[in-house]
C-alpha cells in the first residue's frame, strides 16, 4: 500500500511531484516506458505479439502510476493522451514551462525589491522573505 502520495495540483508542487512517480516508475521498472527508451515493438519484429503484450502492459502500469496522482486541472491535459510516454512529456512541457517563467518572475521580484520610505528594516526583510521562500521551493 502507498503512503503519503502526492497529487500534481499545478505547477506548485511540480518539483516535489515530479519526483515521487519518477521512483515509483524506476521501482516498478517502467520508466523506460515512460522515457522513451523501452520503444512500442513495430510490426514484424521478431516475437512481435509477446513483445506487443509486455510492453502494452509495462505502459499501462506507467499510466496508472501517472495519472493516478494527478488532480482535475492536471489530468485535462493529459485526456488525449495515449501512452505513459505521451502522458508524461505533455507534464513536462506544461509544467517544467510554466515552473521556469515562475522562477523567472520571482527573480524579477526580488531583485526589484526596494526599502520604501518610512518602512523599517524588520518590515523590507518581511517582504523579502516572501520571494526568497517562494524561490526555495
Known amino acids: 500500500m502507498e503512503r503519503n502520495v502526492i497529487k500534481l495540483?499545478?505547477?506548485s508542487n511540480w518539483k516535489t511531484w515530479k519526483f515521487q512517480p519518477?521512483?515509483?516508475l524506476r521501482a516498478k521498472g517502467v520508466y523506460g516506458v515512460v522515457?522513451?527508451?523501452?520503444?512500442k515493438p513495430y510490426s514484424g519484429s521478431d516475437n512481435c505479439e509477446r513483445?506487443?503484450?509486455?510492453w502494452q502492459q509495462k505502459d499501462f502500469l506507467a499510466q496508472d502510476l501517472i495519472v493516478?496522482?494527478?488532480d482535475g486541472?492536471?489530468?485535462a491535459r493529459v485526456?488525449?493522451?495515449?501512452?505513459?510516454?505521451?502522458?508524461?512529456?505533455?507534464?513536462?512541457?506544461?509544467?517544467?514551462?510554466?515552473?521556469?517563467?515562475?522562477?523567472?518572475?520571482?527573480q524579477q521580484k526580488f531583485f526589484n525589491l526596494k526599502i520604501l520610505p518610512g518602512e523599517?528594516?524588520?518590515e523590507f526583510l518581511s517582504r523579502v522573505e516572501d520571494p526568497v521562500s517562494n524561490l526555495n521551493s
Open 120 to 122: 523599517s528594516m524588520s
Open 68 to 70: 493516478t496522482r494527478l
Open 9 to 11: 495540483s499545478s505547477e
Open 51 to 54: 513483445t506487443l503484450k509486455e
Open 79 to 106: 485526456l488525449i493522451c495515449e501512452s505513459a510516454e505521451e502522458t508524461w512529456k505533455k507534464l513536462l512541457t506544461v509544467s517544467e514551462r510554466r515552473s521556469e517563467l515562475s522562477v523567472n518572475l520571482l
Open 73 to 75: 486541472g492536471p489530468m
Open 22 to 24: 519518477g521512483v515509483t
Open 35 to 39: 522515457n522513451g527508451t523501452y520503444v
